[in-house]
Structures are given as structure tokens and as C-alpha cells.
């Protein structure tokens, strides 16, 4: 498991490396196989949560050019893989790597709450869709059990006397966490270089 | 604790005449719906701080007003006190929150958790967890959190009776309150708090099978109960998933109750969830015009296993859990009079006995 605060550099370049070279295929290509070699299938499996969202993505860029439609996808699909860095990483070595770049705890433990909600949803997700038959049914079930969990999630946070104290953790990088920031690092001087150089994206 | 009414806002009244001394090591008890959750909730504030209504009455926690810092809850539904990713954080949340060091807190949870047996759970994800598991882990938050008071809403609900031991032993050493419908448990307590339980004989027909109508993981008659039995972790829930996926693959109707009721409602009213012959049968006639999912846990769990008698195959998860004793030959009995062929996980080993076959993972 990648470190917390390497996740997030690396994570951090990775998006602004996409952003700066104009969407570039070449970059979005490396940021996606990169993440891949890194996440297997996990990748995929969020990726698949996200396919309506590209979808999307690719029915309204297709207004444009089919060229502009294929760059978009890519990129917004190498955007959403980066986020399966954090997505798939240890939640309270997140906290503790934002509690180091100076992050106020309270926003810190707000935002670890929502991080733990997420794959509790999403296996609500999975039950209710076993249980309910019918797309409508399903949505609303999903709806209210939503509203169910945040009403008891605040009751749970009085019981438990939450004082806006976050939990976290956090270790010295590994080897294979200087590696991945050095990946990063690369992709970003790469990315630079094509803006810097204004190498159009169809040229590389 | 002296109330002489709770009434919550939809005017449902939550409790009445109920005065009392909690010392420790007491056991409730009492009919689904009884106030067993609501006497809980007001000695930790959650009445009137967080659920409003109307109270007339005075509560006093060893002189002072009730807050969470003295008296920890540890609620019904594992899965609805989850604040964390992981166990060990599950765990430490609360004590840091009481001001005690992440790295003292962390030392301190680890302990209990070897006491309890279950130090194995320490590093895995709160999701990947059995409801029974997160069960044990939300009771070892609150023994670690060294509270006044420990007050447990049903926590044996989803434990097998290893674990229950387990707790008991561990809880014993604290000032604590259990509010609990499996009343095999009740000599282990000093003291019991009746609030109105009468065990109600029902008559139960005698099982006629029909043919095979299911094949898979396991062979189910027409008109046959099968218990599926086990220690908490073991796979119950998983083996009763896989059954309903064959079932959906054959494309054979049937009703699926998972632990967490609020999955199977969808309706405006438990009118509209339920057929109006079950609406009897289950005891919904008074709360038939309300929205499912404004109801207690229990009667919630009610409605999805009547919504699920619509089937002639029925899943369960746990129907007894939330429920009083009398509920559970109920159960039987509507099975038996309805022919319908069910299998059903469970830690209640009465149920379990009133079954035709048990299986045990």
C-alpha cells in the first residue's frame, strides 16, 4: 500500500500533469497504465462504478470532434484511475498525510468521515441491489437508507462525544514509494515539456 | 430515572410511569416496542438532545445531567455506529475523542481486543467485517472507552452464544445495562427490568413437505425450514447471498430479508409494502398508514418479512433479531400456515429448533 503522503504527491502531480499538457493523450496513456500496473484490477472495478460519468463525458465531447471527444475521455478516465490511488490507500495514513501538510484537524476529520462512508454506501449499493427488483425501487431504497445512515451517523458521532479529533497514522516511505514519486516526478517534467515546448498532442 | 411521559414529535408516546434506580448489571426486558431503546437513549441524552419530544420527568446520571462522556451507548445495528475505515481506528475514535493520546488509545484497544478475542479483526476494513464481528467491535470500543455506564441496546441480537460469554465476561467488571430479547441470557445479570413481557403459546401446524424446490447449495422441500447456523464470521450471510443469486439465476421468485431493513422498503406507506392479510398476521394494522421507514428497527424488519411473504420461497437473515420471544414462534407459525419453504440464519438456537433441519457453517 502506497504511503499517505506519497499518495497524495503523486496523486496531486499525476492530475495537474494531465491538466498542464493540455489533456494530452500521451500523458493520459502513462497515468493510466502507471495506475493500472499499480492497482490492477481495483482500478477497473472504479472505473466500471464510473462508466455512466464517461459516458457522459464522451456523448457531450463527441459535439465537438470525434479527436476531441477520444482526448476528453481519456483524460477524465486518467483523472478518475488517480483517484483510486487514494480510493484503494490506508484512509487514516491519508489523515495523518494531511494533518502534515498542515490541514486543520477539523476538516481533516470531516473529511476521513466521508472517505469511511464511501465503501459503506457502496455495499449498501450491493445488498439492496440483491434485494429490490426494478431500477425505481432500487434508487429509492438506495435514497433512504442513505438518509437513514447519515441520521445515525451523527448519533453515533454524539455517543461517541466527537470533539473533532481525527484518527491517523502515519510511517516513513518505503523504497517503492520513492520510486512511485520519481514516476511522478518524471510524468510532470514530461507534461511541462510538451506545454513548454507546444508540442500539439497529435504529433507525439 | 423518574418519567411519568416521553412523547416523541409524531405523538407516539416512547414511555410512561417508568421509575427506576440503574446500579449495574441489569438486564431489560420487554415486548418489541416496549421503551427498552428509548429508557437507553435518555440515559445517554440522546433524549431529549437529539431525538426531540415531549419529556416530563428527571434523569440523573450519579448526579449529574446524562451525557455521552459518562454513559456509552453502544447500539442495536453494529453498522449504524461505524465512523471509521478500520477496526483499530473504529476502536481508538472514541478515546480520542475523550482526550486520552492515539498512541495510548491505540495500546488500550489493542489489549481489550485480545481480551475479547477478537485481536485477529484488529487491521482489517470495517466493511469486510460479519454484522456479528462489527458487533463485537463497537461493544470493544465501548468497554475500552471506560465509561460510568455501559448501556448495550440488544447487543447479543447478532452473536452466537460463544461470543455472547464472551461479552458478559468482559462486561462484567463495568457498571452496565442490557436491553435484550434473548432471555437465556437473563440469569447472568443481578437484577431484571420487566416492562411488560408475556409469553404467548402459539400453535404450530405440523410441516407437510412437497417437492424439491430448490437445488443449489442446499435442498429445500416445499413447506421445509432449514436453519442455517454458526459462529459469527463463519459465512451465514454469505451462503444465504449465494442461495438468493442461484435463485435470481433460475429465475425463481423469492424473498430475500437481509439484517438491515431499510434495503427492502420502498413504498410511501406499509400499506402499500405489505399485503393487507399480513398486515394482521404480523401485527402492522397500527402502523399500516405510516412510511416504513419512520418505524423502529424492529418493526421495520417486521414489515420486510412480511413484504417477503409474498413468495413462496423466503431468505432470512436474522428475523428474530429486535424481536421479542413471542415473535419467533410467530414466525414459525406463519411459515408453517402460509406453506412457505424458508431458510434462515440465525444465532437464535430456539428458532433454530423450531426448524426441520439445521446446517450448520
Given at each position: 500500500m502506497i504511503e499517505g503522503r506519497i499518495c497524495l504527491i503523486s496523486v496531486l502531480l499525476l492530475s495537474i500533469s494531465i491538466y498542464v499538457s493540455n489533456f494530452n493523450y500521451l500523458i493520459s496513456s502513462i497515468v493510466i497504465a502507471l495506475v493500472a500496473i499499480l492497482m490492477r484490477e481495483k482500478v477497473l472495478k472504479l472505473l466500471l462504478l464510473f462508466v455512466p460519468v464517461i459516458f457522459i463525458v464522451l456523448i457531450s465531447s463527441l459535439l465537438v470532434s470525434i479527436e476531441h471527444a477520444v482526448i476528453t475521455t481519456m483524460a477524465f478516465t486518467a483523472l478518475i484511475s488517480t483517484g483510486s490511488l487514494v480510493y484503494h490507500s490506508d484512509k487514516s495514513e491519508i489523515a495523518g498525510a494531511l494533518l502534515y501538510f498542515k490541514i486543520p484537524e477539523k476538516i481533516v476529520s470531516l473529511l476521513s468521515f466521508a472517505v469511511a462512508m464511501f465503501p459503506i454506501l457502496y455495499n449498501d449499493f450491493k445488498n439492496i441491489k440483491l434485494v429490490q427488483r426494478g431500477y425505481c425501487s432500487l434508487v429509492k431504497s438506495f435514497i433512504s437508507t442513505v438518509i437513514l445512515r447519515s441520521l445515525s451517523f451523527s448519533e453515533s458521532l454524539y455517543i461517541k462525544s466527537f470533539n473533532y479529533k481525527a484518527v491517523y497514522s502515519s510511517r516513513n516511505p518505503g523504497k517503492f514509494d520513492i520510486i512511485l514519486l520519481m514516476l511522478c516526478v518524471g510524468i510532470f517534467a514530461l507534461s511541462v515539456n510538451l506545454k513548454f515546448l507546444h508540442v500539439p498532442y497529435w504529433s507525439c | 430515572m423518574s418519567i411519568k411521559l416521553f412523547q416523541y414529535p409524531n405523538g407516539s408516546v416512547g414511555l410512561r410511569d417508568f421509575h427506576e434506580v440503574f446500579s449495574g448489571s441489569e438486564f431489560i426486558r420487554g415486548r418489541t416496542g416496549s421503551g427498552k431503546t428509548t429508557i437507553l437513549r435518555m440515559m445517554n441524552g440522546l433524549i431529549p438532545n437529539f431525538y426531540s419530544g415531549e419529556l416530563i420527568g428527571r434523569i440523573s446520571i450519579c448526579g449529574s445531567k446524562p451525557n455521552p462522556r459518562d454513559v456509552y451507548l453502544v447500539?442495536?445495528?453494529?453498522?449504524?455506529?461505524?465512523?471509521?475505515?478500520?477496526?483499530?481506528?473504529?476502536?481508538?475514535?472514541?478515546?480520542?475523542?475523550?482526550?486520552?493520546?492515539?498512541?495510548?488509545?491505540?495500546?488500550?484497544?489493542?489489549?481489550?481486543?485480545?481480551?475479547?478475542?477478537?485481536?485477529?479483526?484488529?487491521?482489517?476494513?470495517?466493511?469486510?467485517?460479519?454484522?456479528?464481528?462489527?458487533?463485537?467491535v463497537e461493544i470493544a470500543a465501548g468497554i475500552a472507552s471506560s465509561p460510568l455506564f455501559l448501556i448495550?441496546?440488544?447487543?447479543?441480537?447478532?452473536?452466537?452464544?460463544?461470543?455472547?460469554m464472551r461479552v458478559l465476561k468482559m462486561i462484567k467488571d463495568y457498571r452496565h445495562i442490557v436491553a435484550e430479547h434473548r432471555l437465556e441470557f437473563e440469569p447472568y445479570f443481578d437484577r431484571v427490568v420487566d416492562l411488560g413481557l408475556e409469553e404467548i403459546e402459539v400453535e404450530i401446524e405440523k410441516p407437510e413437505f412437497g417437492d424439491v424446490l430448490y437445488d443449489g447449495e442446499l435442498s429445500l422441500r416445499e413447506g421445509e425450514l432449514i436453519a442455517i447456523v454458526g459462529d459469527n464470521g463463519a459465512g451465514k450471510t454469505t451462503l444465504l447471498k449465494e442461495i438468493a443469486?442461484?435463485?435470481?439465476?433460475?429465475?425463481?421468485?423469492?424473498?430475500?430479508?437481509?439484517?438491515?431493513?431499510?434495503?427492502?422498503?420502498?413504498?410511501?406507506?406499509?400499506?402499500?409494502?405489505?399485503?393487507?392479510?399480513?398486515?394482521?398476521?404480523?401485527?402492522?394494522?397500527?402502523?399500516?398508514?405510516r412510511h416504513p421507514q419512520s418505524l423502529s428497527s424492529g418493526q421495520m424488519r417486521r414489515v420486510a418479512i412480511a413484504k417477503a411473504f409474498s413468495s413462496d420461497i423466503v431468505l432470512l437473515d436474522e428475523p428474530t433479531a429486535g424481536q421479542d420471544i413471542n415473535f419467533r414462534r410467530k414466525l414459525v407459525q406463519l411459515l408453517r400456515k402460509y406453506k412457505k419453504s424458508a431458510i434462515i440464519a440465525t444465532h437464535d438456537e430456539e428458532l433454530a429448533k423450531l426448524c426441520d433441519k439445521v446446517v450448520e457453517v
Amino acid at each position: 500500500m502506497i504511503e499517505g503522503r506519497i499518495c497524495l504527491i503523486s496523486v496531486l502531480l499525476l492530475s495537474i500533469s494531465i491538466y498542464v499538457s493540455n489533456f494530452n493523450y500521451l500523458i493520459s496513456s502513462i497515468v493510466i497504465a502507471l495506475v493500472a500496473i499499480l492497482m490492477r484490477e481495483k482500478v477497473l472495478k472504479l472505473l466500471l462504478l464510473f462508466v455512466p460519468v464517461i459516458f457522459i463525458v464522451l456523448i457531450s465531447s463527441l459535439l465537438v470532434s470525434i479527436e476531441h471527444a477520444v482526448i476528453t475521455t481519456m483524460a477524465f478516465t486518467a483523472l478518475i484511475s488517480t483517484g483510486s490511488l487514494v480510493y484503494h490507500s490506508d484512509k487514516s495514513e491519508i489523515a495523518g498525510a494531511l494533518l502534515y501538510f498542515k490541514i486543520p484537524e477539523k476538516i481533516v476529520s470531516l473529511l476521513s468521515f466521508a472517505v469511511a462512508m464511501f465503501p459503506i454506501l457502496y455495499n449498501d449499493f450491493k445488498n439492496i441491489k440483491l434485494v429490490q427488483r426494478g431500477y425505481c425501487s432500487l434508487v429509492k431504497s438506495f435514497i433512504s437508507t442513505v438518509i437513514l445512515r447519515s441520521l445515525s451517523f451523527s448519533e453515533s458521532l454524539y455517543i461517541k462525544s466527537f470533539n473533532y479529533k481525527a484518527v491517523y497514522s502515519s510511517r516513513n516511505p518505503g523504497k517503492f514509494d520513492i520510486i512511485l514519486l520519481m514516476l511522478c516526478v518524471g510524468i510532470f517534467a514530461l507534461s511541462v515539456n510538451l506545454k513548454f515546448l507546444h508540442v500539439p498532442y497529435w504529433s507525439c | 430515572m423518574s418519567i411519568k411521559l416521553f412523547q416523541y414529535p409524531n405523538g407516539s408516546v416512547g414511555l410512561r410511569d417508568f421509575h427506576e434506580v440503574f446500579s449495574g448489571s441489569e438486564f431489560i426486558r420487554g415486548r418489541t416496542g416496549s421503551g427498552k431503546t428509548t429508557i437507553l437513549r435518555m440515559m445517554n441524552g440522546l433524549i431529549p438532545n437529539f431525538y426531540s419530544g415531549e419529556l416530563i420527568g428527571r434523569i440523573s446520571i450519579c448526579g449529574s445531567k446524562p451525557n455521552p462522556r459518562d454513559v456509552y451507548l453502544v447500539k442495536q445495528e453494529p453498522e449504524e455506529m461505524v465512523t471509521c475505515c478500520k477496526v483499530i481506528d473504529e476502536l481508538v475514535f472514541p478515546l480520542v475523542q475523550r482526550g486520552v493520546s492515539l498512541a495510548e488509545a491505540k495500546r488500550e484497544a489493542e489489549s481489550i481486543c485480545e481480551e475479547i478475542g477478537i485481536g485477529d479483526l484488529l487491521w482489517r476494513e470495517v466493511f469486510t467485517l460479519s454484522t456479528g464481528e462489527l458487533q463485537l467491535v463497537e461493544i470493544a470500543a465501548g468497554i475500552a472507552s471506560s465509561p460510568l455506564f455501559l448501556i448495550l441496546d440488544e447487543p447479543f441480537a447478532h452473536l452466537s452464544r460463544r461470543n455472547v460469554m464472551r461479552v458478559l465476561k468482559m462486561i462484567k467488571d463495568y457498571r452496565h445495562i442490557v436491553a435484550e430479547h434473548r432471555l437465556e441470557f437473563e440469569p447472568y445479570f443481578d437484577r431484571v427490568v420487566d416492562l411488560g413481557l408475556e409469553e404467548i403459546e402459539v400453535e404450530i401446524e405440523k410441516p407437510e413437505f412437497g417437492d424439491v424446490l430448490y437445488d443449489g447449495e442446499l435442498s429445500l422441500r416445499e413447506g421445509e425450514l432449514i436453519a442455517i447456523v454458526g459462529d459469527n464470521g463463519a459465512g451465514k450471510t454469505t451462503l444465504l447471498k449465494e442461495i438468493a443469486r442461484d435463485l435470481s439465476s433460475k429465475r425463481r421468485k423469492f424473498g430475500l430479508v437481509l439484517q438491515s431493513p431499510p434495503y427492502h422498503l420502498c413504498k410511501n406507506t406499509v400499506r402499500d409494502e405489505v399485503e393487507e392479510r399480513f398486515l394482521k398476521e404480523f401485527e402492522l394494522e397500527s402502523v399500516a398508514s405510516r412510511h416504513p421507514q419512520s418505524l423502529s428497527s424492529g418493526q421495520m424488519r417486521r414489515v420486510a418479512i412480511a413484504k417477503a411473504f409474498s413468495s413462496d420461497i423466503v431468505l432470512l437473515d436474522e428475523p428474530t433479531a429486535g424481536q421479542d420471544i413471542n415473535f419467533r414462534r410467530k414466525l414459525v407459525q406463519l411459515l408453517r400456515k402460509y406453506k412457505k419453504s424458508a431458510i434462515i440464519a440465525t444465532h437464535d438456537e430456539e428458532l433454530a429448533k423450531l426448524c426441520d433441519k439445521v446446517v450448520e457453517v
